[in-house]
């Protein structure tokens, strides 16, 4: 694709024309015009002045300024939106928002090996069991009470030598027979680790 530069200094050649001609002529500086030839803009100071001297130089050469403001402000633009994007790419991260990213990224760090030490503490932990009901150790004349505990799913629940199973959620009840006085519960459960839990708890049965 065409640029102005290419069109004006195309131009400048087929008319045999020095570029120190055309500087005594609109009285342009050398090194502008041939920046304006070589599109490099960044040597100006503002828009509006490369405007200026390319009206004036088209206008020297016999080209159409319009045409020729007309090709400049399409690769002004262009330039303009590869430089704009280049500047938000190479400072996105500005050094505050490094020291944030820093932080979130040492939080996800303490947070997946602190879960990932806690699943392991669980793997390497007993089995915990916890008595739903009865709430009260103290219970009156009956012969027997129904228990009502919960563990871990996977577990392996023995109480006084008989195999007890539990469900998906880890429930499992046991007819716990009783006689006057202290009855001892021994529930002894093997997680899926292979490490042993032996629970025990007294129900004191009265009159």
Excluded: C
Aim: hydrophobic content about 40%; proline content about 2%; cysteine-free.
């Amino acid at each position: 694709m065409i640029s102005v530069g290419e069109i004006l200094k195309k131009q400048r050649e087929r008319l045999n024309i020095e570029l120190k001609d055309v500087e005594k002529s609109i009285k342009v500086r050398q090194k502008f015009l041939d920046a304006i030839e070589r599109n490099n803009w960044s040597i100006f100071s503002s828009k509006i002045y490369i405007l200026g001297v390319i009206k004036n130089y088209s206008l020297f050469l016999g080209l159409d300024p319009n045409s020729t403001s007309a090709f400049f402000r399409r690769d002004y633009e262009r330039q303009e939106s590869v430089k704009f994007k280049r500047k938000i790419a190479g400072h996105y991260f500005t050094s505050e928002t490094k020291k944030i990213f820093i932080v979130i990224l040492f939080f996800i760090f303490i947070l997946f090996f602190g879960y990932f030490g806690y699943q392991l503490s669980l793997y390497f932990s007993p089995p915990k069991i916890v008595i739903l009901s009865p709430k009260t150790k103290v219970l009156q004349k009956s012969d027997r009470v129904k228990i009502l505990a919960k563990t871990e799913k996977d577990a392996a629940v023995t109480i006084f030598g008989e195999r007890v199973y539990q469900n998906s959620d880890g429930l499992f009840e046991f007819d716990f027979p009783l006689k006057k006085g202290s009855n001892e519960l021994v529930i002894e459960v093997v997680g899926a680790n292979g490490k042993k839990t032996i629970f025990k708890e007294n129900f004191e049965m009265k009159d």
